[in-house]
């Protein structure tokens, strides 16, 4: 198989790690070898899109990512607009993140203070999350890697957040957004993420409190403010806080109820429409409130902002953090 080139930048190509051993790779015939003594792992390059899997770790097969690939091919435009799609288009969303452009822009500022050309890991980063452009605006020179477990319009590299196929320490700044309730160990996923950053990096998080199973199978946990604060205990807080609140939370639950009320899919998808025309208005409570106490007891989604840390919060602080009502 002809060596296919890679779409990294040189500098994130060095920084790339066995997601097995951690030991360096090089490349060869289509492929990147591990170099380690005792591991005999390789992976694949389709489209000039490595796939970096710890297989034994992860619910997700290198083969079947390349098969996936091969046959539509990762660079393979969306299909052309249905009559269908365009009706979709028509009926209001019930989500609505109010917060995410805000903390960008801070993330952004903070980064671009920090280094002179960040490099900037985004985790899950198959499409653009809401407020992600202002990050891209300013690219470069920030620098971003811009991963996922599946491919899509902005996939650079696969890989599974389990195990992250970086050099400790190399990025200054790490993107998670609304991915760590599709992982299946969030905790071991976040040990990763402070692994790859550098000293006083900069993550920024977004994960789901009230929220019904969305991805199907791919969805696993939620956390309220204060546990999704313990997720990240190794880190320092610039700020935290709702990203979408109780009116979100309310809606997608008022829908996820109608929808349980049939298994016949033409009934459900009659439910659908009738609930999210029932129910649009419900988000836009959640721009008047924003930061109130009755938020951080009943949100649709929290985010956490901060830095590595040296050192840990103890559960004896974590619950003087408590900012809500009940
Ligand atoms: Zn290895």
Known sequence: MPSEPMGLSTGLQSALRCPVCQSSLESAAGRLRCLGDHCTAT??????????????????????LADQARSRGPDASPPAFSPRDVLKRLIPGLSLNV??????????????????????????GKNEGEGFDVLLSSAPPIELAETDVVFGPRTMLICDSHDLPFQSGYFDGVVVQAVLEHVVDPFR??????????????????TPFIQQVHEGRFDFTRFTHLGH?????????????AVCGTGMALAW????????????PLLRNLLDTFARFTAFPLKWFDRYTSGRAGVFDAASAYYFL?????????????????RGRI
Request: with cysteine.
């Open 253 to 264: 639950t008022y829908r996820y109820f109608l929808l349980s009320l049939s298994d016949s």
């Open 99 to 124: 917060a995410g452009r805000d903390n960008f822009r801070t993330y952004t500022d903070l980064l671009l203070k920090s280094a002179a050309s960040p490099r900037v890991l985004v985790v899950g």
């Open 189 to 206: 996923c976040v040990e990763e993420i402070y692994r790859v950053l550098r000293p006083d990096g900069l993550v920024y998080a977004e």
């Open 306 to 322: 901060g830095t590595k840390s040296d050192s840990v919060l103890s559960d004896r602080e974590l619950i003087k953090l408590y």
């Open 229 to 241: 604060r313990r997720l990240f205990r190794r880190f320092n807080e610039i700020s935290s806080g």
């Open 43 to 64: 992976f694949p390059v389709v489209g000039g899109i490595p796939i970096l899997l710890n297989e034994e770790r992860s619910i997700f097969s290198i083969e079947s």
